[in-house]
Every structure is written in C-alpha cells, then in structure tokens.
C-alpha cells in the first residue's frame, strides 16, 4: 500500500490548490449559481484569495 505523505502546502503547490478549488466549485455548483460565474473563476488567482 502506497505511503500518503500530510504536509503544509508550499507556494510551489498554489496553482494545483487553485486548480482543486476552482473545479471543485465549478463541478458543485453547476446549475445552481449561473454559468458565467463559475466560468469567471480562475485557479491562479483563488490561491490568493482574489
């Protein structure tokens, strides 16, 4: 069995934490918030918090 490894995040894991949150949104939240929103979020700059 493989060894899972629990760490803090680094700024070089920002834009795959980005790209997590972003599609973990858009896939919830498809078809209960409009389309042009989700599709407005963008994983490089949720990092930040902006």
């Not at 493989?2 to 070089?12: A, F, K, Q």
């Amino acid at each position: 069995m493989p060894t899972v490894e629990i760490r803090r995040s680094t700024e070089n894991d920002m834009p795959a934490v980005g790209l997590v949150h972003v599609s973990a949104w858009q896939w919830a939240y498809r078809g209960l918030m409009p389309d042009a929103v989700l599709d407005a979020m963008d994983p490089v700059r949720r990092p930040a918090g902006r």
